[in-house]
């Protein structure tokens, strides 16, 4: 079992950044491969990015490539989503994933936190 805490979101201007957090409970954080994902009102949850387990492979949807970066402290229990150049379609309500099984679907994690709201203003 694996518990997932967010932190970091709030609101900003476009064109500003936030760094986002995830503090998973536990001694196995290094076993899990991590993800973010957004949710955006009324619409589905999707893929932002997810990091291998010792996170020397990182992957992006095409909307954040160049603009977000994911990393993880193993050490820290700790995975981070550094979010720049923010816009306005960012908003959403973020959420950080563990899985055991490599993929960019929602299918392949096991659990999740309980979201942190992102607001970008024009």
């Known amino acids: 079992q694996v518990h997932l805490a967010e932190s970091g979101g709030g609101l900003v201007q476009a064109g500003g950044s936030l760094r986002l957090s995830c503090i998973a409970s536990?001694?196995?954080?290094?076993?899990?491969?991590m993800g973010w994902f957004r949710q955006a009102p009324g619409k589905g949850r999707e893929f932002v990015a997810s990091?291998?387990?010792?996170?020397?492979?990182?992957y992006y949807a095409d909307s954040v490539k160049g603009r977000f970066t994911i990393s993880r402290d193993n050490a820290k229990n700790t995975v981070y989503l550094q979010m720049n150049r923010l816009k306005p379609d960012d908003t959403a309500v973020y959420y950080c994933?563990?899985?055991?099984?490599?993929?960019?679907?929602?299918?392949?994690?096991?659990?999740w936190g309980q979201g942190t709201q992102v607001t970008v203003s024009s």
């Open positions: 990091i291998s387990r010792s996170g020397g492979a990182t």
């Open positions: 536990g001694r196995t954080f290094s076993t899990y491969r």
């Open positions: 994933a563990a899985g055991t099984v490599q993929g960019l679907q929602i299918s392949n994690y096991d659990y």
